[in-house]
């Protein structure tokens, strides 16, 4: 049996960063939705069921961001939200040059370019943080300019949570932007978006068990201009559109259920035996970011001589998904950027592979991946045996 032939109860799915698999309550609730008819902007009987299944839908996420209902713009994806807040902000006038750091998703890189603004980049430190020291000083030389500040919360490689806190209180005086990606967070650890500094925060419905094709930006008032799809004027003309009952339904129940679904001890559990297996089978390898605090449902490392490339069929072969980094690369295995800002030799880098855990991730499925590490370290000490 190959790997397309197995069912999804024989294999073992360890790629949550990625994407998560769907909540019961997200499937639920959008099942119910997709037997109705209609478009929620239309004023008869038919559209106002549709409005308010969407409302209900943006009240939960709200909620759940620590924040109200109309601060939620629903978007396609993260990516979009992303967008609307680089591009749409400097567009808008907020800014006059953008800050991102090198360890950001390429949804912040790339909007970054396609942004009419210059922008500077700032540093990791050998632990996966971003430099606040170096962004302290792009800070002070910005004079009388203002910036628009795009940094993640949670790496979606390494799981390595950044002070966004104290660039809240750097930027506390000032009338610099700050655009957080919370989409690895969300869900997980206590956005409270009224009460933090950030000005727009990006989050997404799939990465917490929700339906993919959804996602939202948090405007703070100051920010209820940035706009990139004016569309119909849906959404106070913040986005424009048909909006999507059914996903709305299935963003708000997942962002309900989040609480329980993702217990960050039992996570952090799992992902603490995965690296054991890893260093119990493996001495040398090397557990990226092990140095700074991480989310705990990440395990982003490297066997030294084992290229990822090869391991990652590996473990597919065995029944075992995970990741080489990042998903969002056109389905092909490259060099992490993110490892290169941490000042990982490429070399290493290339032997990089991801373990993210989340709601639906069991004891039987950290025994998986130890099984199938033993055969691919089995495979390659006898590799190089054949090759002295």
């Known amino acids: 049996m190959n790997a397309s032939e197995m069912t999804a ?3 073992t799915y360890l790629d949550h960063n990625a994407s998560a698999p769907l909540l019961p309550a997200a499937r639920e609730a959008m099942a119910g939705v997709l037997a109705m008819t209609g478009n929620p902007s239309s004023v008869h009987a038919e559209g106002r069921a549709l409005r308010e299944v969407v409302e209900e839908g943006r009240e939960t996420v709200a909620r759940a961001a620590g924040t109200e209902a109309g601060r939620v713009v629903f978007t396609g994806s993260a990516t979009e939200a992303l967008t609307q807040a680089i591009v749409g902000g400097i567009e808008a006038g907020l800014a006059d040059a953008i800050v991102v750091s090198a360890g950001e998703h390429q949804a912040v890189l790339k909007a970054a370019e396609a942004a009419r603004a210059p922008v500077e980049v700032v540093g990791l430190t050998g632990d996966g943080e971003i430099d606040l020291t170096s962004l302290a000083a792009i800070v002070g030389r910005a004079g009388g300019g203002r910036l ?3 940094l993640h919360w949670v790496n979606n490689e390494t799981g390595v949570v950044q002070p966004i806190g104290a660039v809240g209180e750097m930027l506390a005086d000032s009338r610099h932007v700050l655009v957080v990606d919370a989409v690895q967070g969300f869900g997980k650890l206590d956005l409270a978006f009224e009460a933090g500094r950030a000005d727009m925060v990006a989050i997404s419905a ?10 939202a930006l948090l405007v703070k008032p100051g920010c209820d201009g940035v706009r990139i799809i ?15 009952a059914a996903l709305s339904a299935g963003f708000g129940a997942a962002a309900n259920a989040a609480g329980s679904a993702f217990d960050l001890d039992t996570l952090r559990t799992l992902a603490n035996r995965i690296e054991a297996a ?3 089978r493996a001495p040398a390898a090397v557990i990226f970011g092990d140095g700074a605090e991480r989310l705990g449902t990440t395990v982003d490392f490297a066997i030294p001589g084992v290229e990822s490339a090869i391991s990652m069929i590996g473990f597919d072969l065995a029944g075992v998904a995970l990741s080489a980094g990042s998903a969002c690369s056109s389905g092909k295995v490259s060099r992490s950027h993110v490892l290169g ?6 070399a290493l880098a290339d032997c990089a592979l991801r373990v993210s855990v989340g709601w639906s991730t069991t004891e039987k499925d950290v ?3 130890a099984e199938a590490l033993d055969v691919i370290m089995e ?8 090759a002295a």
């Open 206 to 215: 799939h990465k917490i068990g929700g339906p993919a094709g959804i996602g």
């Open 379 to 386: 495979q390659h000490e006898a590799a190089d045996t054949a």
């Open 9 to 11: 109860s024989e294999r």
């Open 230 to 244: 004016p569309g119909g004027g849906q959404q106070q003309g913040r986005r424009g559109g048909t909006e999507s």
């Open 367 to 369: 025994a998986r991946f």
């Open 148 to 150: 628009l500040i795009a």
């Open 341 to 346: 800002a941490m000042g990982v030799p490429g």
């Open 278 to 280: 890893i260093l119990e």
